[in-house]
């Protein structure tokens, strides 16, 4: 939307910008994306006369269910006045000192619909460059290039990093650069009780991706605009993150889910069918929920619990063993959707700031169930109500970290190759992780990693 206003109707105040004409639009300095000086476009009448210079100033406008948009609004005046107020808005712009100048962006152009140069170069890349922020773009060529990206990038050149894609390809950059920050300072990382070291940098995301959960924890939507501008506007929090160990080793560290059993089939299986894109998340789920048959396992669980009157950063903690009885699955959530689920459809970005507090998280244990009760569960998890957590089907826990052993796991690898596959694989935010003799074993690690959020 763009709108004119007159000069004498723009007042600008300490930290804000005020238009009191019928509009009556109150806009704080840190939500300014940029101001210059225009002009009329040339025409008939602009050709008889002088054109008239305008000051250009937009800003960003928060609107309904966490949406944001960049407005314009046009102010007239003579040149002498739109450059004296120009020069006053730049001055205090400037002083917003977590604006990012600088960025190191990582494309992935094959995830999800395939979008992401034309999302970055058609919607991001204009605002970026209104704010006045210069960018260094790597594109990745082929699977796991991602990696090689971020390991061979100076991150001590940007302010922070803007990943355009979705969770596989924000969890690549992360586990390299946590990796890379315990290795620097030698710490024992491999041990769940090590306390780890935070990343520094910031990192942004604009959720182009078949998954794209983080950015829904982060903004509240996936829509490509408000992305770019929670970068824009420079403002961090620290997210808690998780660790999944096995074997004696960190394996992989997680911002959204971990699931072992049933689920990691199906994972398994539509990472199989990626030729199905996103309908792959609705089609396999519907079929092997109603032909697949589910194995239930004896599941050795042991968990560390957690409360909500309690907060610390302390990653120690006593494991109890809790007894579930035979379950098709397991899946962990990185938040704490059960203390924050209401009759309502969640709010995941509340649900992400009370979770960034507490540390605690949802551990979900899926028991024997019909082919029509499993469904029921799964389309549960579209709107994360609190009726989800009171099927009789679901046993749900409130932790802190968990132990997990699946049973059997050597004994059946040549009798069948599915259970073998189910009980030696993990699904790690919708990535595949091989886990030593079925044990594996997670923690969340307190404001681990800073991400670019107003929220």
């Known amino acids: 939307m763009v709108f004119k206003v007159d000069v004498e109707f723009f007042v600008l105040e300490k930290e804000r910008l005020r238009i009191s004409d019928r509009n009556n639009i109150c806009v704080e300095i ?8 225009s002009e009329e476009p040339a025409g008939f009448l602009s050709g008889l006369f002088c054109s008239s210079p305008y000051l ?12 944001w948009t960049a407005e314009t609004v046009q102010v007239t005046g003579s040149k002498e006045e739109c450059e004296a107020l120009q020069d006053k808005i730049n001055e205090n712009l400037g002083q917003v000192n977590q604006r990012p100048k600088k960025l190191g962006v990582f494309i992935n152009p094959i995830g999800g619909s395939q979008n ?17 922020i210069k960018c260094d773009v790597n594109v990745s060529e082929r699977p796991k290039h991602m990696i090689d990206l971020i390991n061979c990038f100076d991150t001590a050149s940007v302010d922070g990093l803007v990943i355009v894609g979705g969770d596989g390809s924000l969890l690549e950059v992360l586990n390299c650069l946590l990796t890379q920050a315990q290795k620097e300072a030698g710490l024992d990382y491999d041990q769940p009780t090590c306390k780890l070291k935070h990343l520094e940098i910031p990192i942004g995301i604009i959720p182009t991706g078949t998954g794209n959960g983080a950015a829904n924890f982060l903004y509240g939507t996936l829509d490509y605009v408000t992305a770019a501008l929670h ?34 089939d199906m994972m398994y299986e539509m990472d199989r069918q990626r030729w199905l894109k996103k309908a792959r998340y609705a089609v396999v789920p519907f079929c092997m929920g109603l032909f697949k048959k589910k194995s239930l396992l004896n599941v050795k669980l042991s968990i560390i619990p957690g409360k909500l009157s309690s907060e610390t950063d302390d990653v120690e903690g006593t494991m109890e063993k809790m007894e579930v009885g035979q379950v098709s699955s397991l899946i962990s959530f990185s938040g704490d959707l059960f203390n924050n689920a209401t009759d309502s459809t969640m709010d995941f970005v509340k649900m992400s700031q009370s979770t960034r507090k507490t540390g605690l ?33 679901i046993s749900t826990h409130t932790v802190r ?5 699946l049973p059997g796991c050597n004994e059946n690898l040549d009798q069948d190759p599915s259970i073998a596959r189910m009980n030696n694989l993990l699904d790690v935010d919708g990535e595949m992780i091989d886990i030593y003799e079925g044990e594996f074993e997670v923690r969340t690690h307190m404001k681990l990693a800073k991400f670019y959020t107003s929220h």
């Open 401 to 405: 970290g968990y132990k997990v052993k």
């Open 56 to 67: 250009v100033v937009r800003y960003i406008s928060k609107g309904k269910n966490y949406k």
């Open 116 to 132: 992401s140069l034309d999302v970055y170069s058609k919607v991001v890349y204009p605002l970026f460059k209104a704010a006045n």
């Open 231 to 264: 970068i824009i506007r420079g403002e961090t929090n620290e997210n808690n993150i998780q660790a999944v160990y096995s074997g004696g080793k960190l394996m992989s560290f997680s911002l959204i889910a971990i699931a072992c059993g049933f689920f990691t």
């Open 30 to 37: 840190c939500d300014v994306i940029d101001c210059h000086l």
């Open 361 to 393: 998280f949802t551990l979900l244990a899926f028991k024997e169930s019909s082919r029509l009760e499993f469904l029921s569960c799964f389309m549960g998890f579209l709107t994360m109500t609190r009726s989800l957590f009171q099927k009789d089907c």
